[in-house]
């Protein structure tokens, strides 16, 4: 095995509730929306949101399926600078994604941010301090 990413799906049961989270507050653009499954534009790794259903019934496992809780997973995105950081939350925030924690500047040399999506994950906003 190569080890290489090739696509992240995130699993839901509010495709549409995600997609336009994904959509209208962080600006991805659809690639392909067939209902319950919707490929959004990302370069360098495929990213899409799927029904659980779906995977269910493509996997023929629906034993597998369990109650979520917590988060279950964080997407990281890059910024060039501290600056882009504060305005890309503000802006997000301001456009319904869930304030986690304001911008900070972290003793891992790194301005964070972090805000939540409809389904409960959170995820970072970040760019380098130097």
């Not at 995600?18 to 360098?44: A, R, T, W």
Request: charged letters at 20%; a negative charge.
């Amino acid at each position: 095995m190569d080890g290489k990413i090739a696509l992240i799906t995130i699993l839901t049961n509010e495709v549409r509730r995600m997609v336009d989270f994904y959509h209208s507050v962080l600006g991805f653009q659809i690639l392909e929306d067939m209902g319950q499954y919707v490929e959004l534009m990302n370069p360098g790794v495929r990213f899409a949101i799927c029904a659980r259903s779906v995977m269910e019934n493509a996997t023929g496992h629906a034993d597998f399926h369990e109650t979520r809780s917590g988060q279950s997973f964080e997407l990281a995105f890059p910024l060039a600078s501290a600056s882009e950081v504060d305005l890309a939350y503000a802006d997000i925030i301001s456009n319904g994604a869930k304030p986690i924690q304001p911008p900070t500047n972290m003793p891992w040399n790194q301005r964070t941010a972090f805000f939540a999506d409809p389904d409960g994950n959170i995820h970072e906003l970040f760019a380098n301090l130097s």
